[in-house]
């Protein structure tokens, strides 16, 4: 758990730090000039403007910690589906290989997806090139 604690961390971290420093100052001004709170400024600017950033950091943090899962599986689980892969690498079985593989990269796409979903539902008010509208 701690390896890929670690793993995600940073690319979220990074990300959001990115986001922070990127936020328009002119924003930062107009929430001054309306006296928002430092609570309130938070809220009301920097949340919205570092979301994306914070999203593009959680979706590359998702990629690595599946990444990390596989490799703190393998590297001394009993149960999951790094253990099948090694398992059936021992036991010269590919059909449970490749099914471990393939069921990686389902969950993998599945959470990404669904990640993709959520930051999509969250992010409508932006108006940019990838947006409906």
Sequence with gaps: VVLIAV???????LNLMNGVQGVDRKLVEVGRVYRL??????WRVFLPATLPAYFVGLRSGLGLGWVFVVAAEIMGANKGLGFLLVDGQM????QTILA????FAVLGQATDAALAALSRHLLRWQDTHGSNG
């Design 100 to 103: 471990s593989i393939l069921l």
């Design 7 to 13: 793993g995600v961390f940073f690319p979220v971290y």
């Design 91 to 94: 036991t010269v079985r590919p």
């Design 37 to 42: 709170s430092g609570g309130a400024l938070v």
